[in-house]
């Protein structure tokens, strides 16, 4: 199984940026973000295929961006503008992301990064 390990979390003031990455220990297919605000469910934030196409949650689209760099196995979530409703535990995972834009997780996950928005 792919081991996945998150980095960059950490705390952040509002508008600020953060970059996470996540390296994987074999080859990446269709990749996802997730965020686990504190006593709620974790939540797809962003997904990027084999190819490159992605797709984001609502409330992060034109401030987040995923990308991927194959030849060194990470995948990147790049945060901009970020505001207090963006912390929580960030994972990685590897999944499947069909055609029409779906993303469907995998069973691996890395162990979190968190990222923490306040003044």
């Known amino acids: 199984q792919v081991q996945l390990m998150e980095s960059g979390g950490g705390l952040v003031q509002p508008g600020g940026s953060l970059r996470l990455s996540c390296a994987a220990s074999g080859s990446i297919y269709a990749m996802g973000w997730y965020r686990q605000p504190p006593g709620k469910q974790r939540e797809l934030v962003a997904a990027i295929s084999s190819g490159g196409s992605t797709n984001y949650l609502d409330s992060v689209k034109g401030r987040f961006t995923i990308s991927r760099d194959n030849a060194k196995k990470t995948v990147y979530l790049q945060m901009n503008s970020l505001k207090p409703e963006d912390t929580a535990v960030y994972y990685c995972?590897?999944?499947?992301?069909?055609?029409?834009?779906?993303?469907?997780?995998?069973?691996?996950w890395g162990q979190g990064t968190l990222v923490t928005v306040s003044s």
């Open positions: 995972n590897l999944g499947s992301r069909s055609s029409s834009g779906n993303y469907y997780p995998g069973g691996s």
